[in-house]
């Protein structure tokens, strides 16, 4: 018997299904923050603060910070996920 979470699974077949599922999800969530990761790396500031004077540009450039924040947080929301499912995975596997 396996508990994960509140579903409790007895079947083999069932619980190489979960896994299966949870494996699954793992590589789509890794592709998904390796996505985030690119796009937040492409919003880094590059050096031209000094040259870029205009508030169109500083809003611009401020702009662009917020977003690469906002990447940098939901890259850390995704890792946080990946690891709950590893963490599942495990408790799966070491209790068959």
Do not use: F, K, N
């Not at 985030?36 to 040259?51: E, H, I, K, Q």
Request: net charge positive; aromatic share 4%.
């Amino acid at each position: 018997m396996i508990q994960t979470g509140s579903i409790v699974l007895v079947d083999p077949a069932r619980r190489e299904r979960r896994l299966a599922e949870l494996r699954h999800r793992r590589m789509l969530l890794r592709g998904l923050r390796d996505d985030v990761d690119l796009a937040w790396r492409g919003l880094l500031p590059a050096d031209v603060d000094g040259s870029w004077r205009s508030a169109a540009q500083r809003g611009y450039s401020e702009r662009r910070r917020e977003l690469a924040d906002e990447l940098c947080r939901a890259r850390r929301d995704l890792e946080d996920a990946i690891t709950a499912i590893e963490a599942a995975i495990a408790a799966i596997a070491a209790s068959a």
